[in-house]
């Protein structure tokens, strides 16, 4: 069993940035990762996702350019860089995590932290 927390979430200005955090704990062995989030009324929606070894990412066309995955499996945590932000990007941000192969979606995801919310004011 995998457990996740997320940490680093908060309030920044439009064109700030924040830097996410996601530890991994219990059995885990490097395993592909996802970022993902929810904002009020919307749907979760997939961010990044990063294989095992980090060689293969993905990123959501919303984010792409301004966020950055990575990934330190010496201390079993993945990152989420996140500049330029602006206020559509206000959500709470899940990671997990998930067998196999890197994925975007998030039904293929067995374990999920409990969230970390980002605002961004305009």
């Known amino acids: 069993q995998v457990q996740l927390v997320e940490s680093g979430g908060g309030l920044v200005q439009a064109g700030g940035s924040l830097r996410l955090s996601c530890a991994a704990s219990?059995?885990?062995?490097?395993?592909?990762m996802g970022w993902f989030r929810q904002a009020p009324g919307k749907e979760r929606e997939f961010v990044a996702a990063?294989?095992?070894?980090?060689?293969?990412?993905y990123y959501a066309d919303s984010v792409k350019g301004r966020f950055t995955v990575s990934r330190d499996n010496t201390k079993n945590t993945v990152y989420l860089q996140m500049d330029s932000l602006i206020p559509e990007d206000t959500a709470v941000y899940y990671c997990?995590?998930?067998?196999?192969?890197?994925?975007?979606?998030?039904?293929?995801?067995?374990?999920w932290g409990q969230g970390t919310q980002v605002t961004v004011s305009s």
């Open positions: 219990g059995t885990f062995s490097p395993r592909p």
């Open positions: 997990a995590a998930k067998v196999g192969t890197t994925s975007q979606q998030a039904s293929q995801y067995e374990s």
């Open positions: 990063i294989s095992r070894l980090g060689g293969t990412i």
